[in-house]
């Protein structure tokens, strides 16, 4: 099986930086996926990583080390519309694709 | 582009009835899709894994025959929770992989909203 622990919630005021982390457990890693996610709504695709390093898509950010079994999405420059949960997911290469969710990291942003 | 839709967005049901939900890649082939089901203020749970032309293969835990998975084209799986009681009341997710994209990407649909009474 596979662990994937994230925080919790996290709150942060407007204009601000906030960095989520999300470690792991698994074996035939095939890449982590950042998905965010309103209430009442499907996730939506942040970002991908499968190799080590920094992948820089505007205001978000997602790191990874595999040696470590470590991510990290950084939003920056919050706005009130990222207020939503942002969800840690990881693809095995024996699993056919399947995505293994974490429980979810509700980001409040605050004026 | 790889926009998922789903049918219906919401339904409210007698417990004892059967409902289906649709799943539908609109703009590509989908050679996999997954359905999820997603309780208040948790993650989404993967329930099924479904290939078309082939049967679906359940994750631990799921009753194959309470959940009917059916992937009968490249653009369509459905899901029907059948007899179902108000624990099944939940939000209920697919996505979809391209056939197109070069890693595990999935798209999700906007979910369904189950309601048993």
């Known amino acids: 099986g596979q662990n994937i622990d994230q925080p919790t919630e996290m709150t942060a005021t407007e204009g601000a930086i906030v960095q989520i982390n999300c470690t792991y457990q698994?074996?035939?890693?095939?890449?982590l996926f950042w998905y965010q996610q309103h209430a009442g709504e499907a996730p939506t695709f942040l970002s991908y990583?499968?190799?080590?390093g920094l992948e820089e898509k505007g205001r978000f950010s997602s790191f990874l080390s595999r040696s470590k079994g470590y991510s990290y999405l950084l939003l920056k420059e919050l706005q009130m519309k990222d207020s939503a949960s942002y969800l840690c997911?990881?693809?095995?290469?024996?699993?056919?694709?399947?995505?293994?969710f974490g429980a979810g990291t509700q980001v409040v942003v605050t004026p | 582009g790889a926009v998922v839709s789903q049918h219906p967005s919401r339904v409210i049901c007698k417990s004892g009835t059967s409902v289906k939900i649709e799943c539908r890649s609109l703009?590509?082939?989908?050679?996999?899709m997954f359905w999820y089901r997603q309780f208040p203020k948790q993650s989404l749970m993967l329930m099924a894994t479904?290939?078309?032309?082939?049967?679906?293969?359940?994750e631990q835990g799921v009753e194959k025959d309470k959940f009917l998975i059916n992937h009968a084209s490249l653009t369509l799986s459905t899901l029907t929770v059948t007899s179902a009681h108000p624990e099944d009341s939940s939000f209920y997710i697919c996505?979809?992989?391209?056939?197109?994209?070069?890693?595990?990407?999935?798209?999700f649909g906007p979910g369904t909203r189950l309601t048993v009474l």
């Open positions: 996505s979809a992989r391209s056939r197109r994209t070069g890693f595990n990407e999935q798209f």
């Open positions: 698994t074996s035939g890693f095939n890449g």
């Open positions: 990583n499968v190799l080590d």
């Open positions: 997911a990881v693809s095995r290469t024996d699993s056919w694709g399947k995505l293994q």
């Open positions: 703009d590509f082939q989908a050679t996999t």
């Open positions: 479904s290939n078309e032309g082939s049967k679906a293969t359940y």
